[in-house]
Structure formats: structure tokens, C-alpha cells
């Protein structure tokens, strides 16, 4: 039921910007918190960033604060993970999801989408 399709990503030099999408269906998009996650290679999941329902409150992990910038388009059902001045380490799978409404963590019931792969390199 649940569809999570991520976009966006692609290889880039330190310093560049990227936009990422995540469009999603089968359920009420509005009324949820939403989660971007990432998986660096070799390694487990990282909690990057989380939105409220309504866009108001933005939450982000320090290694990106100041950087990327979460955003939605309820109108749309579509969130968005503007990056910019990326680094190396920023590279991974980038996965939307729905959130915790308390923790922010992500729904790990949820079919998931195939993320969208970031690769910051010279």
C-alpha cells in the first residue's frame, strides 16, 4: 500500500548541491512526520533528517546541519532533501520514510522504496 519513490541523486564534486525527491502514496502524507535516512557503503542506516506534518518543525543531524535542507509539498504528497556544500562522507543510498511523530526514527514497517544513490567524489 505504502510507495516510496526516491529521486534525485546522482555523482557530484565536494562542494556541489543536489535536490532529492520522494514521492509517496497510500497513505495520508499530510498527517505524517516524515524521515530521510541514509547507508554510507558498509555501513547501517543514519538518520539524517525529519519534518512534521505540516512543514513547520525541521529536524537534522549535526553532520548535516547547516547544509541540507528538508522540505515538503503536501499538495504534491512529494518531500524534498535540498544538499548543498556536500562532502564525501555525505555518499549513500538515500531513503525517505515515514517517521515516529515522538522519536523521528523511521517506520521500518513500511515498504520502502530502492533510494536514491549519492556519490560526492573528485
Known amino acids: 500500500e505504502v510507495q516510496l519513490v526516491e529521486s534525485g541523486g546522482g555523482l557530484v564534486q565536494p562542494g556541489g548541491s543536489l535536490r532529492l525527491s520522494c514521492a509517496a502514496s497510500?497513505?495520508?502524507?499530510?498527517?505524517?512526520?516524515m524521515t530521510w535516512v541514509r547507508q554510507a557503503p558498509g555501513k547501517g542506516l543514519e538518520w539524517v533528517s525529519a519534518i512534521n506534518g505540516g512543514g513547520s518543525a525541521t529536524y537534522y543531524a549535526d553532520s548535516v546541519k547547516g547544509r541540507f535542507t528538508i522540505s515538503r509539498d503536501n499538495a504534491k504528497s512529494t518531500l524534498y532533501l535540498e544538499m548543498n556544500n556536500l562532502k564525501p562522507e555525505d555518499t549513500g543510498l538515500y531513503y525517505c520514510?515515514?517517521?515516529?511523530?515522538?522519536?523521528?526514527?523511521?517506520?521500518?514497517?513500511?515498504?520502502w522504496g530502492q533510494g536514491t544513490r549519492v556519490t560526492v567524489s573528485s
Open positions: 520514510a515515514r517517521a515516529n511523530q515522538r522519536t523521528l526514527v523511521a517506520w521500518m514497517g513500511d515498504r
Open positions: 497510500g497513505f495520508t502524507f499530510s498527517q505524517n512526520h
